[in-house]
T-cell receptor, first 112, second 115 residues
């Protein structure tokens, strides 16, 4: 049973518009959430994170929102750029372990 | 370039072959990890090594055998694999396995195909 779910395998957005990537989780013990970005032929790289004590964290064009009651988080990219085209993984951790639990990823394509 | 290198980048092997994946980190980290990413599945943690000792084996079949001879090198020895083991195998390292998780640095992965 997947504890972290990214239900949209792909997303296409026009350059300059907002990209919204969604992630749902089931384990209420998760207290730290991360987004990783992966280009083809490269490993995932850390993008942004949020602790469960916050509901928003912003870093430049990237903002992560956390809705604990809905067990949902989202990554907003605005404005989207063609270089943002990549696979975005949501990950969560917490409870008894620091193990990262990943979602399946969403492929974002930003069209020029 | 994340400071974590993996070789080979691509590997095709038969079910009776023995091969090894290599990972090297140049970051002075103390912990190293093997992850598996199958098509349309999440990244799955396989093994964690801290200071060259295995601290986690995530119910991985014995046909996968990790080795960590020192804190900079990590191997994954493969023996009598199955076609369903075809996947991207990612190595990562971090300063401390109990530390902040975003400080895991990933290598580019080895794309493995088992025929």
């Amino acid at each position: 049973d997947q504890q972290v779910k990214q239900n949209s395998p792909s997303l296409s957005v026009q350059e300059g518009r907002i990209s919204i990537l969604n992630c749902d989780y089931t384990n209420s013990m998760f207290d730290y959430f991360l987004w990783y970005k992966k280009y083809p032929a490269e490993g995932p790289t850390f993008l942004i994170s949020i602790s469960s004590i916050k509901d928003k964290n912003e870093d430049g064009r990237f903002t992560v929102f956390l809705n604990k009651s809905a067990k949902h988080l989202s990554l907003h990219i605005v404005p989207s750029q063609p270089g943002d085209s990549a696979v975005y993984f949501c990950a969560a951790t917490g409870g008894a372990t620091n193990k990262l639990i990943f979602g399946t990823g969403t492929l974002l394509a930003v069209q020029p | 370039e994340t400071g974590v290198t993996q070789t080979p980048r691509h590997l095709v092997m038969g079910m009776t072959n023995k091969k090894s994946l290599k990972c090297e980190q140049h970051l002075g980290h103390n912990a190293m990890y093997w992850y598996k990413q199958s098509a349309k599945k999440p990244l799955e943690l396989m093994f964690v090594y801290s200071l060259e000792e295995r601290v986690e084996n995530n119910s991985v079949p014995s046909r996968f055998s990790p080795e960590c001879p020192n804190s900079s090198h990590l191997f994954l020895h493969l023996h009598t694999l199955q076609p369903e083991d075809s996947a991207l195998y990612l190595c990562a390292s971090s300063q401390d396995p109990t530390g902040i998780v975003e400080t895991q640095y990933f290598g580019p992965g080895t794309r493995l195909l088992v025929l």
